[in-house]
Structure formats: structure tokens, C-alpha cells
Nanobody, 115 residues
Framework: QVQLVESGGGLVQAGGSLRLSCAAS????????MGWFRQAPGKQRELVAV???????NYGDSVKGRFTISRDNAKNTVYLQMNNLKPEDTAVYYC?????????WGRGTQVTVSS
């Protein structure tokens, strides 16, 4: 059974940085896309960033130029470097794994940015 373990969330002041990690265990074949989504209270879950196995990336408009997604295929791990954080980045951040024919979600990690 594939499991995702997220880490790196926390409380940071506006302008600060955090790095999220999501490690997948129980993987026995290739993972396709890995990504991060977030959900703030009262809002729908939204795309933050996604990365293909080959390293192609796509970002949500609100994080372009501030966040960087990367992955280590050997470790089945995806990272999200978040710089110049803003209070509106406050949300629960979820890791998503495309593992055909299944999709797996992490349990989420809280990121809180104070002004």
C-alpha cells in the first residue's frame, strides 16, 4: 500500500521561507506526476505546483516566481521550496501522487504565514 508522509510545515513570518517534503513508501513501479495542492479555510483545494517524472513543471498563478517544486525519483520524494511567503499562502498543503491507475493524497501539513 502506497503511503505519503509530508513534513516541513509550520509558522513563518511574511517574507520568510519554508520547504515541504513528501516521501512515498510502498512504491513498486514508476510514479508519474507528483504535486502539491492547498486548501485554505472556506476555500476549494487549489493547485500549487506539479512536476512530471521527466521534470516538467506547472505552477498556480499565485505562486509563480516564489515557489519551486522538485523531485528525487530515486527517493520517491517531492519537495516544495516556498520563498517570500505571504499571509494568503496560509493553508493546509497536500501532496498528491499519480500512481496509475490510482491517485494518492497525503494527510496534509499546515502552513501559517503571519503578517
Amino acid at each position: 500500500q502506497v503511503q505519503l508522509v509530508e513534513s516541513g510545515g509550520g509558522l513563518v513570518q511574511a517574507g520568510g521561507s519554508l520547504r515541504l517534503s513528501c516521501a512515498a513508501s510502498g512504491v513498486i513501479r514508476s510514479i508519474t506526476n507528483m504535486g502539491w495542492f492547498r486548501q485554505a479555510p472556506g476555500k476549494q483545494r487549489e493547485l500549487v505546483a506539479v512536476i512530471t517524472r521527466g521534470g516538467n513543471t506547472n505552477y498556480g498563478d499565485s505562486v509563480k516566481g516564489r515557489f519551486t517544486i522538485s523531485r528525487d525519483n530515486a527517493k520517491n520524494t517531492v519537495y516544495l521550496q516556498m520563498n517570500n511567503l505571504k499571509p494568503e499562502d496560509t493553508a493546509v498543503y497536500y501532496c498528491k501522487l499519480d500512481y496509475p491507475p490510482s491517485i494518492f493524497w497525503g494527510r496534509g501539513t499546515q502552513v501559517t504565514v503571519s503578517s
